[in-house]
């Protein structure tokens, strides 16, 4: 069961019931978009059908970050299960995310660099943390393309129930990135259903990941 941390209650909550999430994001920037389109992917996977609409003005070029397309509404919501914005100054819901600091000339990085820390933690894009970034996710795509080349295999349900849990608790992206560096290093899972549960993740992750399989 996903879930969000309230300000209300100072606790990790779940959500609403029902079939359906309405979440409204209120302020501009890449890294709010990115949280809400990490939680429309979650949930998602849950089985929820999820409405995300955010007013005009937003960031541009959305999609090279990996975000699928936002509805665009001229005012708030004002019955949204949840609102992603920069403070939590609302009586309902609310992802209070910080605006990120510093830019990146590759997206994929930039989302690898907001995944990698706590939404509601301030995110510096520094030099170093960029390039520590990009490092790693050269790392995952380049073992991903080497175990394209195996044979194939189930995907580690273990490891995917992991990573898919530490994501439902309050979104904890840093937990599953650290299941994928495991799962990577871990000789015991054989290179096919490596590839498999590095798919599956990434399908909610939006990393890219497959991005090296057939390069030369």
Not at 88 to 111: F, H, I
Request: glycine share 8%; aromatic share 4%; proline share 6%.
């Amino acid at each position: 069961m996903l879930r969000l941390h309230d300000h209300r209650t100072g606790r990790t909550e779940a959500l609403p019931a029902g079939r359906g999430l309405r979440v409204q994001v209120v302020d501009g920037g890449y890294r709010r978009a990115v949280v809400a389109d990490l939680l429309r992917r979650v949930a998602g996977r849950s089985g929820r059908h999820v409405r995300v609409v955010s007013t005009p003005g937003a960031a541009t070029g959305l999609d090279d970050y990996g975000v699928q397309e936002f509805e665009v509404l001229d005012d708030v919501l004002p019955d949204a299960d949840v609102y992603v914005s920069e403070t939590a100054d609302r009586d309902a819901l609310c992802m209070a995310v910080p605006q990120e600091t510093g830019t990146s000339p590759d997206p994929y990085t930039a989302r690898l660099a907001m995944l990698e820390t706590p939404y509601r933690e301030p995110l510096e894009l520094s030099a170093e943390k960029l390039s520590a970034a990009a490092e790693r996710l050269d790392a995952w795509r380049g073992k991903v393309a080497q175990w394209a080349t195996s044979p194939g295999r189930p995907m580690n349900r273990a490891y995917a129930a992991e990573a898919e849990a530490a994501l439902a608790d309050d979104l904890g992206s840093p937990a599953a990135l650290a299941v994928l560096d495991r799962l990577a290093a871990d000789p015991d899972v054989p290179p096919g259903a490596k590839l498999e549960t590095f798919i599956h993740l990434d399908l909610v992750l939006a990393l890219g990941l497959v991005a090296a399989i057939g390069q030369a």
